[in-house]
């Protein structure tokens, strides 16, 4: 009979391993489950990331500020206070440590090359690891709510916005022309937000106003445009200068005074400057007699020209505007005329306030219908990093059956190959090891 080479087949070493089917199916097991165990508990929670990208979208979004004109920074939306604001929206989030997740949360704003200039999308990403939540859902609810801050406190500040800021100085100037230039400023700053939101949102936008009637940003603009053109403001301002309005119990009168000293001092002064200059004129002349024409005195005659221009003009505000002021209180009817135009100036000013709560109206209609909260596909989170759990299961369980199989080898090897020593002639595949039992 032909001799049995020496060494082992990779039959009989496979038969060796399967000897002790128990150790090697629950050593592959437990190498198994413990690997899984050991991914899923330890190492992804340390590794994972959960990742959201969104943008949020409000009115003059461009200028990067908040309604009430406040920086809009980003890096605050992640802030200790905004984590503890989310936290406290919802008691599904109350084992959220957000004092340890503040140190590990990062937020990036997208950046994109464009004609090679690094130019900002309004995307921003937030970065959070999983092992701060619970499960996948409370990290998205978490990361939602967290993210919808921003976007309430900008509908909260388009409320806190100074639209009448011109009408709150009304009580706080001396005299009737400032006064007067307010309203002014009020109405252009009124109609020129009708247009601009005309331009950017048609006229789709609608409030209730009054008795609850529906109104559109045109039938708004055009009543102020309506109103004022009917009643000219400009022309009050001319009334005050004819008739000297003074308003009651007002420094005015004083400030008029000491503004009349003020331009007689610099009346005295302009002509001591002409007198100067002509003196200057007439030596140089002396000098240069026959030498030069008057044209090279033509700088001087222009100075000299400008400042009787000035003293004509002082003239005239002292002779008659600041007179009218001085003596308008003496004129006959002033009082009732007086009157009158507080009367008319009231109305304008009470006529401004509703017209302003309009447009605030609107422009919070405008914030709350066009402040969003987007997000880049429909999952809100993406998980990366770590393990996968199926790929983790295989390749533990092939760890598993290999340690499994050193294990068996090591165990039943040499007894195996001193029975193969002792049957020369016989294989010994006819004759199996019989597993010892205790």
């Not at 508990?41 to 959201?52: A, F, G, H, M, R």
Request: hydrophobic letters at 40%; glycine letters at 4%; proline letters at 2%.
């Amino acid at each position: 009979m032909e001799e049995k080479e020496d060494g082992l087949t990779l039959g009989e070493i496979f038969h060796v391993i399967l000897i002790k089917k128990w150790i090697l199916l629950a050593v592959t097991v437990l190498v198994m489950l413990f690997g899984v165990i050991f991914v899923q508990v330890l190492y992804n929670p340390s590794k994972t990331q959960y990742i959201s990208t969104f943008e949020i979208k409000y009115p003059n979004s461009e200028t990067n500020r908040y309604p009430d004109g406040t920086e809009f920074l980003y890096k605050e939306f992640i802030s200790l206070d905004n984590l503890k604001r989310a936290k406290e929206q919802k008691e599904n989030f109350s084992s959220i440590d957000v004092e340890k997740m503040q140190k590990a949360i990062s937020i990036t704003e997208g950046v994109i090359n464009i004609n090679n200039t690094p130019t900002k999308t309004g995307e921003y990403t937030v970065t959070v690891l999983k092992k701060y939540f619970k499960d996948s859902d409370q990290a998205e609810d978490f990361i939602t709510t967290l993210m919808s801050l921003p976007v309430n406190d900008i509908k909260e500040k388009s409320k806190t916005i100074e639209y009448d800021r011109f009408l709150k100085q009304f009580d706080y100037v001396g005299d009737y022309i400032s006064q007067v230039d307010l309203l002014i400023s009020q109405k252009d700053m009124l109609i020129q937000g009708y247009e601009s939101m005309i331009s950017k949102y048609s006229n789709a936008v609608t409030i209730k106003s009054g008795d609850n009637i529906q109104k559109t940003v045109n039938e708004a603009q055009n009543e102020i445009e309506g109103y004022f053109s009917f009643y000219d403001l400009v022309s009050m301002k001319s009334e005050v200068e004819l008739n000297g309005y003074i308003k009651p119990d007002s420094d005015y009168l004083t400030s008029i005074r000491n503004e009349i000293e003020k331009l007689s001092r610099e009346k005295e002064s302009n002509v001591k400057k002409m007198d100067a200059i002509y003196e200057q004129i007439s030596q140089l002349r002396d000098t240069l007699a026959g030498t030069v024409t008057d044209v090279a005195f033509q700088e001087m005659f222009s100075s000299i020209a400008a400042l009787a221009q000035r003293n004509v003009e002082i003239d005239h505000l002292i002779e008659v505007v600041y007179h009218t002021y001085l003596v308008g209180s003496s004129m006959p009817e002033y009082s009732t005329k007086l009157a009158a135009f507080q009367e008319r100036l009231e109305q304008h000013y009470t006529k401004l306030q509703e017209f302003t709560n309009d447009y605030k109206a609107f422009n919070e209609e405008i914030y709350e219908q066009n402040t969003k909260l987007l997000f880049e596909s429909n999952s809100i989170i993406i998980e990366e990093g770590g393990f996968n759990i199926l790929i983790a299961l295989v390749a533990f369980l092939v760890i598993g059956f290999v340690l499994a199989s050193c294990l068996n080898l090591a165990l039943d090897l040499p007894k195996y190959l001193k029975q193969k020593k002792a049957l020369e002639v016989e294989p010994i595949l006819e004759e199996p090891i019989k597993e010892e039992t205790e």
